[in-house]
Structure formats: structure tokens, C-alpha cells
């Protein structure tokens, strides 16, 4: 009998009917569904109810895709250059997650200064990314097994129990002869929902709303996920070294996330500092 990794990694697609489903599709679909109602669930009527914060989404989501598509396309421009149609062939994945969220912040900043800030007076500019950030890690856990399906992201081969069985036609060059390997998307996938668990327990034991923690939840956010990559990369074997035989394209976006995680805690605790102390001058005076 087969290994159940080598029958599930046949399961690209299936049939009903005269429509075809793509698992790859399916599982990003359901992870982005699952962030989008914790994200809703979290916000007052008076924000999901206010068309602003749609037209913000709309154009947040435009960016994402975009810089997603552009990253990725960049990252192995020396197949795409020489296959251009297939830069707009969206079926079999191809995004990058240090795009989609480029193309958020982007997105995100455009909205702010031009739609969210004037619509709403009493909305912090980090309400709406710390209540996003706060259930990412668990839709990116999820998305992660789609990787699964499309054999992409893992690691060197194994023999380990759980070293996952990779089909030749997807083997990258050089590791034809092997069958097993690490299965680097399930790591980054466990410890994105240790991102998760610490993340929802400082909002739930030490923010509670707090104004001086503004930005507490974004910028841990940044900080765990650039550490959770430079991890994985270790693992996996479709990057290759750019410098020093040791360092990726991917550890320089993740140090980037670090520093702009560390940057947007610092400023925030400054300024919460400074706020709750003028309020405790104001209440005594």
C-alpha cells in the first residue's frame, strides 16, 4: 500500500461535473476566508458597517495580489522571460507572501491617508493591521498545506516518519534519485500557529485595548514571522544562496520584517509613553 503522502500528493485537482476544482485554490480560499470573519468578528458595527472600510479592502487586496504575482514572477524571471504567457496563469499558485504583504502595506497606507482617517476620527492607524495580524499566522498555517498539494516548499530528503514523499516530475534538479523529504511548509505551518497562540494570549493578557499598546500586536507580527522564515529557509532547497554561499533573497525580506517590526514597536511604546503620561498630567491638574 502507498504512503498516504504519496497518494495525497496526487490530489492537484478533481472533478464534478464539467467544472474542475483545484485543491491549491480550496485551501487558500479557506484560509482567507477563515481570516476574513475573525477580522470582521473583532470590528464595531459602526467600522464593518461604513462603506470606507470596504473600498479600503478592495484596494488593500488589489496591491496585495499585484505585488504577490510581481514577486514571485521576479524571483524566477529566468523561466518566466522565457515563458511571458504564463506570467498571467494564476492556477498554479506562483505568490509570495513578502509581496502580498508589501502590496498590503502599500495598499494600506494609500487607504489611510485618503479614505480611513477622514471616515473615521477615532480609528488608530493600527487598529484595523493589529486586529488583521492578530489571526494571519493561523490563515498562513493553513494556506501552507496547499503547498503540499502543488509539491513545492520542502526541504532535503529524509528518512524521518514524516519526511513526505515528492513526485519525480516536481523533484528539484539534482535530488531526482530521492523519494522523502522534509516537509518545509509543515514547519513554517506549526510554527506559524505558535505564532498565533502568543499573539492572541498578549492580546487577550496584557493589551485589552490599552492605547499605549497600539501597534504591539503589527509589529510582533513582523518580528515572529521574519524569525519563522529565516528558520524554514534553513530547510528548504528551491532558494538558493545569493551571498556567502549562505544568505537568500528570502533572509534579506525577513531581516527587513524584523527591523520594520522592531521600528513600529519602539515608535508606538515612545508615543503611548508620552500619551498616557499627558493624561496623567491632565487628570491632575
Not at 459602526?46 to 478592495?58: E, F, V
Not at 473615521?120 to 486586529?131: E, I, Q, S, T
Amino acid at each position: 500500500m502507498k504512503n498516504i503522502t504519496e497518494i495525497l500528493s496526487q490530489i492537484e485537482f478533481f472533478n464534478i461535473g464539467p467544472f474542475k476544482f483545484y485543491t491549491y485554490g480550496i485551501i487558500i480560499g479557506i484560509s482567507v476566508i477563515i481570516l476574513i470573519v475573525n477580522f470582521f468578528k473583532r470590528l464595531p458595527l459602526k467600522i464593518s458597517n461604513n462603506n470606507s472600510l470596504y473600498i479600503s479592502i478592495a484596494i488593500i487586496s488589489l496591491f496585495s495580489i499585484f505585488c504577490a504575482r510581481a514577486f514571485f514572477v521576479l524571483q524566477n524571471w529566468s523561466y518566466y522571460s522565457s515563458n511571458l504567457t504564463e506570467i498571467i496563469d494564476l492556477t498554479k499558485g506562483g505568490y509570495t507572501i513578502f509581496g502580498i504583504l508589501a502590496g498590503g502595506l502599500i495598499g494600506y497606507f494609500i487607504s489611510w491617508n485618503i479614505i480611513l482617517r477622514n471616515n473615521h476620527k477615532d480609528l488608530n492607524a493600527f487598529d484595523l493591521p493589529d486586529n488583521l495580524f492578530l489571526f494571519l499566522p493561523l490563515s498562513q498555517a493553513i494556506g501552507r498545506v496547499a503547498n503540499f498539494v502543488n509539491q513545492e516548499l520542502y526541504g532535503p530528503p529524509t528518512d524521518l516518519p514524516w519526511g513526505i514523499y515528492i513526485q519525480p516530475d516536481k523533484r528539484e534538479q539534482g535530488y531526482e534519485q530521492y523519494e522523502y523529504f522534509h516537509p518545509a511548509f509543515l514547519y513554517e505551518s506549526i510554527l506559524n500557529i505558535l505564532s498565533f497562540v502568543i499573539l492572541n494570549t498578549i492580546d487577550n493578557k496584557i493589551i485589552k485595548g490599552r492605547n499605549k499598546h497600539k501597534g504591539l500586536i503589527t509589529g510582533l507580527y513582523f518580528v515572529n514571522y521574519g524569525i519563522i522564515r529565516m528558520i524554514t529557509e534553513r530547510f528548504r532547497i528551491d532558494n538558493q544562496p545569493i551571498f556567502l554561499e549562505m544568505i537568500k533573497t528570502q533572509d534579506i525580506y525577513c531581516l527587513l520584517m524584523i527591523l520594520l517590526g522592531l521600528g513600529i514597536i519602539f515608535i508606538n511604546r515612545s508615543q503611548g509613553k508620552v500619551s498616557h503620561e499627558s493624561q496623567k498630567f491632565d487628570n491632575n491638574r
